[in-house]
């Protein structure tokens, strides 16, 4: 099965930002919703964002006010806009198309996500 593939993390200072980005082959990313989910150390995989087909986006409330969702289907891109990081959003982030039935399921095989490092 085609993978997701994130990109666009790295090292950033607190309150800084990056913008990631999640791409597949043929039409993935646009006949799907997609959902943003990140691994923090030592913890479980967690869901961050849901974005559907029309570009409704569902951030959970921790990082709702820090973090965007969008797409451009016509580019076959799903971003994550972070702002105002901090130490405690390092980890390891990772795109997928979640289940209807449970958003924190992702139904793809996993890529090996984008490492986002944030330093205080």
């Known amino acids: 099965q085609v993978q997701l593939v994130e990109s666009g993390g790295g090292l950033v200072q607190a309150g800084g930002s990056l913008r990631l980005s999640c791409t597949a082959s043929?039409?993935?990313?646009?006949?799907?919703?997609i959902a943003w989910y990140r691994q923090l150390p030592g913890k479980q995989r967690e869901f961050v964002a849901h974005?559907?087909?029309?570009?409704?986006?569902l951030i959970v409330d921790s990082v709702r006010r820090r973090f965007t969702a969008t797409r451009d289907s016509a580019r076959e891109v799903v971003f994550l806009q972070m702002s105002s990081l901090r130490p405690e959003d390092t980890g390891l982030y990772y795109c997928?198309?979640?289940?209807?039935?449970?958003w924190g399921q992702g139904l793809r095989p996993w890529g090996q996500g984008t490492q986002v490092t944030v330093s205080s």
């Open positions: 997928n198309v979640p289940s209807p039935l449970n």
């Open positions: 974005i559907d087909r029309d570009g409704r986006a």
């Open positions: 043929g039409t993935i990313v646009s006949a799907n919703a």
